[in-house]
Nanobody, 123 residues
Framework: QVQLVESGGGLVQAGGSLRLSCAASARTVRSNAMAWFRQAPGKEREFVATVSWSGGTYFSDSVKGRFTISRDNAKNTVYLQMNSLKLEDTGVYYC?????????????????WGRGTQVTVSS
């Protein structure tokens, strides 16, 4: 059973930066696709970023150019670096993993989820 634990959320002013971390309990990061999703109050969960086993990355249009996703296989950790944060980036950010190295943007493709970390962007 894979366990994912997110950290790094918090309160930040618009234009600021945060780095989220997702620590996996097993050697998931190395061979599996990992992703970040987020959910704003009253909205559905949405895709943010993903990284495949080979290192390929893909981002939603809303964060492209501002966010980067990376992983440290030795630490079994995936990161989401968020720059130039906007008010609309506020939400709970979830880390997800799937039993495949192929990255997708669909939440139902991911079978393992963390509990989430809150990101609040203020004006």
């Amino acid at each position: 059973q894979v366990q994912l634990v997110e950290s790094g959320g918090g309160l930040v002013q618009a234009g600021g930066s945060l780095r989220l971390s997702c620590a996996a309990s097993a050697r998931t990061v190395r061979s599996n696709a990992m992703a970040w999703f987020r959910q704003a109050p009253g909205k559905e969960r949405e895709f943010v970023a993903t990284v495949s086993w080979s290192g390929g990355t893909y981002f939603s249009d809303s964060v492209k150019g501002r966010f980067t996703i990376s992983r440290d296989n030795a630490k079994n950790t995936v990161y989401l670096q968020m720059n130039s944060l906007k008010l609309e980036d506020t939400g709970v950010y979830y880390c997800a993993a799937r039993d495949s190295g192929i990255a997708t943007t669909r939440s139902y493709d991911y079978g393992y989820w963390g509990r989430g970390t809150q990101v609040t962007v203020s004006s």
